[in-house]
């Protein structure tokens, strides 16, 4: 009698899986499973019809160590260090640290995707598309993810519920090895203003 009761119990725990974890299980390993991967990309904040584009590479070398170049600005995050530097004439450098219980895209790169709700998802011959929601921190957006190699393609992260066509948008538009000198350990930018916000 008990085992039977087991087997119902482990047969209503397993069809109340969401199908689509496994599709954040794979990008995670993706992001996480390597030595060192650095991506080509274009950064899109968006307001409605209006957008703010930027290029550049991220680099990502492992837990909480993460680097960010475009040409206005650099962003080294090593543990809960946060550097950033603005290529400016005289150029500026922030010293800061990462937020406690906060989540941003940082987090997400980094395959955090616990607490994540799939609300749909649709797949053609190229790519995987997932809607996501997280409630704790009132994150939405949508993730798209190669098939097959379970790759980051492009993802959109919003946070504003009273104006959801407010959102970032990152393409991805390379994926692969850092081949030459890692970026986040060459970085020695010189600066005539430096602030120093940790505390």
Known sequence: MISVLLAILLL???????????????????????????????WSQID??????????????????????TDQQTIKIDSNLIITYYKTDDGKIIYDTLIEGSYDIFDFLSGDFSGFTITNSTANRESIQL????????????IWIKQKLF?????????????PQQY?????????????????????????EIIDLRE
């Open 168 to 192: 970032i948008e990152v393409e991805i538009t390379s994926f692969g090895p850092i081949s030459e000198g890692s970026l986040f350990n060459s970085f020695n930018p010189n600066a005539g």
């Open 12 to 42: 209503v725990s397993l069809r109340q899986t969401d199908p689509n974890q496994k599709y954040l299980d794979y990008l995670s390993t993706s992001l996480v499973d390597h030595n060192g991967v650095q991506m080509e990309i274009k």
């Open 48 to 69: 409605g019809d209006r957008s703010w584009n930027q290029v550049g590479i991220i680099e990502l070398l492992g837990n909480k160590r993460f680097f960010l170049d």
């Open 131 to 142: 809607d996501y929601h997280m409630d704790a921190f009132n994150i939405s957006g949508k």
């Open 151 to 163: 790759e980051p393609v492009k993802f959109t992260f919003g946070n504003n519920p009273e104006r």
